[in-house]
């Protein structure tokens, strides 16, 4: 290589250079650097091979000069195409060689012309990430961060359930998660099998409430041909899919009586028949349930089975509703509104006013009525601050203003005075989201090109590439 930097490089980024044209080296070096890549070189095989053994598990984008020896240049395209999953890769400065490296397993996603522009640069990055991701994301197991981030909050209560999930999962005892429609019971038992022995095995959600009285029988334990009408083949129940994983049971509580029976016999026994068979199967499942309903006062009322119960509440968890851990809304947004920018669905921020207004909200729906609002928000308002104002009437406070009637497009109105709510703004994040704004319609009325994007602003091209770094505007908004 010509030069041998650390695998720093390769942490900002995921580049690498096949080519020997220092020139091209040091621009792309540069327009790439605005855009948070490294780039490292491979000029022979022992280099490809030096790279990627620092990259590890961060798999690179492969650039391919033109600018290479004969011989090298086969050497490394033979190097290349045995790497194993392929390597994106983008042809540069060079026509054809498309289909005969196609042709030896090496996929090429496009190519660039220099010097490039904004838009042709960040597509053909997109392309070469959304490459890497279906190749790496089939096999790749969810990081516990992951699936916390649905119980995101600093709330006492939240941070019990944490612990509780964290001593109980390792053991095979038996869950009952307890709590209202939308708090994220589901979410709690994912991340008890993740975190159990039994994580490598199917876990297996069954809503017992959506599933009609005759049919939950045959969809829990399988049934055998023939053994109703319509049964035209032998089929496998849930029980048999989550064979060494887990069975999770929601809604448990919606359950009929004679199923509670059935349940209750193979919580006691661990076997069970399917519908048409006398022929016994064991079942090695770890069992989870979850109901919103109250089973000490339906045991009274006679619609559950007492004796399930106590084999079903072994190790009780109960989710807190959204309006007894208000301070968590703020984190859970800013969790909701990440994990939108990460798939490329859009962003959108909110005010403190409108935070203050979301905190003094009842929530019936919960964690789920939350995330639906984020969405519709930033529907609305896509890549904008909402204010209290901009908010849907039932979340906003009694006497809070109403928002301004948007004109007709085709009626000229003159610029209003900006309104400052009641309850104050953050003036920098106000300003920040305006001056991302214009920057984005400057991009997209110059076709991406920076230098004409800075003269719709009226400033130096440097000046806003650098505005562009500090905001990550430069990647794509799929």
Not at 368 to 375: F, I
């Amino acid at each position: 290589m010509a030069d041998t930097p650390s695998s720093e490089a390769l942490l900002k980024g995921q580049i690498l250079l096949l080519d020997g044209d220092g020139e091209r080296r040091d621009y792309l070096d540069h327009v790439l650097g605005l855009l948070d890549y490294g780039i490292e070189t491979a000029t022979t095989p022992e280099d490809l091979r030096a790279v990627l053994e620092r990259a590890g598990d961060r798999r690179p984008m492969v650039f391919l000069g033109p600018d290479l020896p004969g011989p090298g240049r086969e050497a490394l395209i033979a190097a290349l195409a045995e790497i194993k999953p392929p390597l994106p890769l983008f042809l540069v400065d060079q026509d054809g060689d498309g289909s005969t490296l196609a042709a030896r397993g090496i996929p090429v996603l496009g190519s660039l012309r220099l010097p490039t522009h904004y838009e042709p640069l960040t597509l053909a990055l997109h392309k070469g990430q959304v490459f890497l991701d279906a190749q790496q994301g089939s096999g790749r197991r969810r990081r516990p961060v992951e699936l916390f981030r649905s119980l995101s909050g600093t709330s006492r209560a939240i941070q019990q359930v944490k612990r509780m999930i964290q001593q109980v999962a390792p053991s095979e005892a038996t869950v009952l998660i307890l709590g209202e429609s939308g708090t994220g019971k589901e979410v709690v038992a994912r991340n008890l099998h993740y975190h159990s022995e039994r994580r490598n095995k199917p876990f297996v959600p069954v809503n017992c409430g959506a599933i009609p009285g005759d049919l939950l029988e045959s969809e829990l334990f399988g049934h055998e041909k023939g053994a109703f009408t319509g049964a035209i083949a032998a089929r496998q129940g849930r029980f048999e899919m989550a064979e060494g994983g887990t069975l999770f049971l929601d809604e448990i509580g919606d359950m009929s009586m004679p199923m509670q029976v059935k349940i209750l016999r193979v919580l006691q026994e661990r076997t069970f028949e399917r519908v048409g068979s006398n022929k016994t199967l064991h079942a090695d499942v770890r069992i989870i349930a979850a109901t919103h309903r109250n089973l000490e006062q339906a045991i009274r009322d006679g619609s559950f089975r007492e004796d399930l119960f106590y084999r079903l509440n072994v190790f009780p968890i109960e989710m807190p509703p959204l309006r007894e851990r208000r301070e968590d809304i703020a984190v859970l947004i800013n969790d909701l509104v990440t994990r939108m920018e990460k798939e490329k669905r859009g962003s959108v921020r909110l005010t403190p006013a409108a935070m203050a207004a979301l905190a003094q909200y009842s929530w019936p729906g919960n964690v789920r009525e939350l995330a639906n609002l984020v969405e519709r928000l930033a529907i609305l308002h896509p890549y904008g601050l909402v204010d209290l104002a901009d908010l849907p009437p039932k979340f906003r406070p009694e006497g809070a203003p109403e928002p301004l009637p948007q004109p007709e497009a085709s009626v000229q109105v003159a610029a209003e005075r900006p309104r400052l709510p009641q309850e104050g703004l953050d003036l920098k994040a106000h300003l920040a989201n305006l001056e991302m704004d214009l920057i984005r319609q400057a991009l997209e009325a110059s076709g991406g090109v920076v230098a004409h994007a800075a003269k719709h602003l009226n400033m130096r091209r440097t000046t806003l590439v650098e505005k562009l770094r500090k905001y990550g505007l430069q990647r794509p908004q799929d």
